[in-house]
Nanobody
């Protein structure tokens, strides 16, 4: 079955960096655009970033643009989220997800078919 397993979360100070990883299995990884979402307590799950099958198209939420970088390695079935200049408002559970939508980068949760279990990111001020 399809599995997406996130890692790399933890505690960081404001201004610091973290790198999240997502290992995919059970699917033909290179055929799926991938996304990162996050959910803070009491809030909806929000789009963070998305990347096309071979990385040619990338999209970011305005709140992370210029600070976060999404990338993927199809040879390793991995997708990454490099997070720099972290802010306390980046505190959330971060999820990676896979979508079958290929006409354009998906930004809505309902467009994603498979989800990981999430990894907690906490940024202290």
């Amino acid at each position: 079955q399809v599995q997406l397993i996130e890692s790399g979360g933890g505690l960081a100070q404001a201004g610091g960096s973290l790198r999240l990883s997502c290992a995919a299995s059970g699917l033909t990884f290179s055929t799926y655009p991938m996304g990162w979402f996050r959910q803070a307590p009491g809030r909806e799950r929000d789009f963070v970033a998305a990347i096309s099958q071979y990385g040619g198209s990338i999209a970011y939420a305005d709140s992370v643009k210029g600070r976060f970088t999404i990338s993927r390695d199809n040879a390793k079935n991995m997708v990454y989220l490099q997070m720099n200049s972290l802010k306390p408002e980046d505190t959330a559970v971060y999820y990676c997800a896979a979508t079958q939508r290929v006409d354009e980068l998906a930004r809505e949760t309902y467009e994603y078919l498979y989800w990981g279990q999430g990894t907690q990111v906490t940024v202290s001020s």
